[in-house]
């Protein structure tokens, strides 16, 4: 049996992780490839988990284009299959790399396993172009990891068969413990450093994120106001690593740079990233990954998104969503900086096993 891993951004990265270490500790025989979507960012998360690709396609340049970068996964993802000849290819989540390389892998009649399966909005816009991606790789996959009983029900929405589909949890979960045992003999004042932070400086604070393409213009200009209005009401700070794409970050610099205890910084490792989750009081964020992370440290996230494909953690109190209303921003932080919640959530995304059962049913299913 060979397996081919494709992947691109951070996020995959991050919740591949648990699940290549799985395949070594079993001794599968495994090849990562890597397109490298997101150049800065993906490269941290493979040094710290130890992570080197047999392929690293770097595909990233300045503002591409969704079809360009699409095009150039399809043609030179193409080579990598012809070469490694895998059983199966393994591809996560929903991104372009994951797509284009499940279209790649069909085209050559090869097995496709999708970790992550099964999350939906079922607007074809929100989240953009992750819904339709998500999709679509539905249609093209044989074997799909839906992580929660929902993400499970969409699919058979869909009509895809109940036997192809397999309940696992998030591998998230997975990645969050592994994360945090990697840390184990590392100074917390190491991180803080990173961040350029004066520790001195920082009192109880918010996580900030936000990114997302359908946000950008209006959206932002109504978060940094509502940050903005935070900050001068209460006694808090606002620690915000900011996207490196260029329609984010010049906009964010403008509107909150050198503000008052509000902290811009650059994109963090995700070791600190887990500090920041951590130790932060709650997270306003419009990023996926990020819903699923707070659970772990029992954390809540004000969605800055009008639909989420990550509806368990609503359902479940752990995130609430507020789009990019100012008034709805304010709203829900005050409440929480003035009542904040100190409750042990159950984790709407599962038990830290999800890698254990993928790589179990691999095995079982493939010898």
């Known amino acids: 049996m060979k397996i081919l891993i494709c992947f691109g951004t951070r996020p995959e990265a991050i919740k591949m992780a ?5 395949l070594q500790e079993r001794k599968i025989d495994h090849t990562i490839c890597v397109t490298a979507q997101h150049r800065e960012m ?12 047999d392929y690293n396609l770097g595909l990233m340049s300045p503002n591409q284009s969704l079809n360009k970068l699409s095009g150039e996964i399809l043609t030179s993802f193409d080579k990598v299959l012809t070469e490694v000849k895998p059983d199966i290819l393994m591809v996560h989540g929903d991104t372009t790399t994951s797509v284009m390389a499940a279209w790649a892998a069909f085209h050559r009649q090869i ?6 399966a099964g999350l939906r909005t079922f607007n074809s816009y929100s989240p953009f172009p992750e819904e339709i991606n998500r ?10 990891f839906a992580p929660t009983l929902q993400a499970r029900d969409n699919l058979l ?40 932070i004066d520790p001195g400086s920082l009192k109880r604070f918010i996580l ?23 900050v001068d009401t209460e006694e808090v700070d606002i620690v915000y690593p900011v996207h490196l794409n260029p329609n984010v970050k010049d906009h964010v610099y403008k509107k909150l740079g050198n503000t008052k205890n509000i902290h811009l910084i650059d994109p963090v490792s995700y070791p600190v990233m887990l500090y920041l989750l951590k130790n932060c009081e709650f997270i306003i964020s419009d990023s996926g990954g990020i819903q699923e992370e707070a659970p772990c440290f029992g954390k809540k996230v004000l969605v800055t998104r ?13 995130s609430i969503l507020v789009g990019t209303n100012t008034l709805k921003i304010v709203e829900n932080a005050t409440e929480l900086i003035n009542k904040p919640s100190h409750s042990i959530f159950q984790n709407p995304f599962g038990d830290g096993k999800a890698s254990d059962r993928i790589v179990s049913f691999i095995i079982e299913k493939f010898g």
């Not at 998360?45 to 080197?52: M, N």
């Not at 592994?178 to 917390?188: Q, V």
């Not at 900030?208 to 935070?230: D, M, N, P, Y």
């Not at 009008?306 to 752990?318: F, K, V, Y």
Request: net charge negative.
């Open 157 to 196: 929405r869909e009509n895809i068969p109940e036997h192809k589909i397999y309940i696992t949890g998030n591998t998230i979960v997975d990645a969050v413990q592994l994360g945090i045992s990697r840390l184990a003999n590392i100074d917390e004042s190491e991180l803080i450093f990173e961040t350029g």
């Open 18 to 22: 648990p699940v290549i270490y799985k």
């Open 135 to 144: 999709q679509v790789t539905a249609r093209l996959t044989n074997y799909h």
């Open 208 to 230: 900030l994120t936000g990114h997302r393409r359908e946000s950008i213009g209006k959206g932002f200009e109504q978060l940094c106001e509502a940050v903005l209005q935070i």
């Open 42 to 53: 993906l490269d941290q998360v493979l040094e710290f988990f130890g992570i080197i690709p």
């Open 111 to 116: 097995e496709i396993a999708h970790v992550e």
């Open 306 to 318: 009008e639909l989420s494909e990550r509806m368990e953690a609503i359902d479940a109190g752990t």
